[in-house]
């Protein structure tokens, strides 16, 4: 491990990978460090997906798109099982087509395409879906890829251009002097650097507390269930929307949900790796323990009775594997980017909640930012001097 | 059984048919756990979740790294133990009456 740095890293996930590889391209020399392996945290426990289905105008849909331009982009060099797959949403309840219509309207607008598939087009198309469904509208520009296979491949090509990688290794300390990063102290040794990023998701509170200062985040727990691998069902990304009333709690737009599925704030969302298994989700429980990854059987089941719903087909189908998550969401719900006004050096990169995937452009705008460079959008929603002021 | 000559390579996961050099190569890589391994060839991805293959893996990897057999930790244990139908979860009606719980252990977890 280097011992000195222009700039240290903290988080080999998704966005601490991105901001690695740019920065590497940029000729600076920056020092990765993650407490695990690459891309172990909330990054390698998604669904890995970018939808445009849950988009309106706004800095989410820029990111998002953004996200896919990069994306669609590194995959003519790297191989992440980028695969334009698009995104069908499903409905079963005739009193939300309204709303639902009045929704595809407003994205229209910012050039968010979709278009409906009646109930004979499912017939012919998805018939694997439960006659259920009266209609779907599906959203072309949706895209999946493998999150473990993207990280790999910008930590891989962030080393072979002089970034230094350091996996499986604990910052322990940040040293401040005269409100000045000094140096990082680590499980392997210090580095003395004055610009550290804290990339590291669910952990950045805990990285922040060590130069004095709290980010606040919510952290929600989300389950996913693995199957073994099957024929193409249909479209590769599908799954329901959720109304949501005025106080922001949600409204089922489906029919029936159960007891145990409201109480695990399940939204069944379906998805087809390249390989053949499928990715099954979602659930979602307010976490305070970051060391709790557990799958609970409850969820579990949650989940997978909530999905036979609306894949009657899956029933029969065996599930070999499930994981947990970690969704770190700010206070706001709006990634969190950029330096710290009190600490000379301490540059944020968190709080990306559910969407560290789709808005992984925010690590390149936050790079081109440092480095003074044109930006691809404004930075300026998501400063850290927002949340900073009122810590 | 010395299959050099077999164009395919010899399998150490048989689930996702990983030959050993795919596994020797991710190493050199730079792949110190069986974790980092698993997301590189997807060995260990399959039906039986590495319970055929991680021993052996351990072993190319212990012999090719130096770190001793002992300290290579699994890649995360996690429910089911075998594969199981969807169903027999999503159509379960009993009620239970406290929250089962999976621990597991992982070369990831602090």
Known sequence: ?391 | MDNSKNEQGKLVCRCEEVTEEEVRQAIKDGAKTLREIKMITRAGMGLCQGRSCSKIISLILAEETGISIDKIEPAGYRPPLRPIAISALAKAKKKIGKKLKYKFSSAYNE
């Open chain 1, 1 to 391: 491990m280097k011992n000195t740095a222009e700039i240290v890293v903290i988080g080999a996930g998704i966005i601490g990978s991105t901001i690695t590889y740019y920065l590497a391209k940029e000729g600076l020399d920056v020092v990765l460090v993650e407490q695990a392996g690459f891309c172990a945290g909330s990054s390698g426990a998604t669904h890995c997906q970018i939808g445009m289905h849950n988009r309106f105008p706004g800095w989410g849909l820029d990111l998002s798109i953004k996200s896919i331009e990069i994306l669609k982009d590194l995959s003519n060099q790297y191989d992440f099982e980028y695969d334009e797959t698009g995104s069908l949403l499903m409905i079963d309840n005739p009193s939300k087509l309204e709303w639902i219509e009045k929704r595809r309207e407003i994205q229209f607008s910012s050039g968010i395409k979709s278009y409906y598939l009646t109930r004979k087009d499912l017939d012919r198309e998805e018939p694997y879906l439960s006659q259920n469904i009266i209609s779907a509208v599906f959203y072309p520009q949706s895209v999946r890829i493998n999150s473990m296979r993207l990280c790999h491949a910008l930590i891989s090509d962030a080393r072979k251009i002089g970034a230094d990688i350091n996996l499986h290794t604990n910052v322990n300390d940040i040293i401040v002097k005269n409100r000045k990063i000094q140096k990082v102290k680590t499980s392997n040794g210090d580095i003395y650097t004055h610009n550290v990023i804290n990339a590291a998701g669910a952990w950045a509170t805990k990285i922040s507390n060590l130069v004095g200062l709290n980010i606040p985040l919510n952290i929600n727990k989300g389950n996913v269930i693995i199957t073994e691998k099957i024929p193409k069902l249909g479209i590769k990304y599908k799954g329901e929307i959720i109304l949501k009333d005025k106080k922001g709690n949600p409204i089922w737009a489906s029919n029936e949900i159960s007891e145990l599925e409201k109480e695990y704030s399940v939204r069944f969302v379906f998805s087809q790796t390249v390989h053949g298994n499928c990715l099954i989700g979602r659930s979602g429980e307010f976490s305070e323990n970051l060391y709790d990854r557990d799958t609970s059987y409850l969820s579990i089941r949650a989940i997978l009775s909530r999905a036979i719903k609306f894949m009657p087909i899956l029933e029969d189908v065996k599930f070999i594997r499930t994981f947990a998550g970690l969704r770190p969401y700010s206070i706001d719900e709006k990634p969190i980017l950029g330096p710290s006004q009190t600490v000379n050096g301490f540059i944020v990169a968190t709080g990306h909640g559910d969407k560290g995937i789709g808005w992984m452009s925010s690590g390149k705008l936050l790079v081109d930012h440092l480095c003074g460079r044109k930006t691809f959008m404004s930075i300026e929603p998501f400063l850290f001097d927002r949340i900073e002021n009122n810590i």
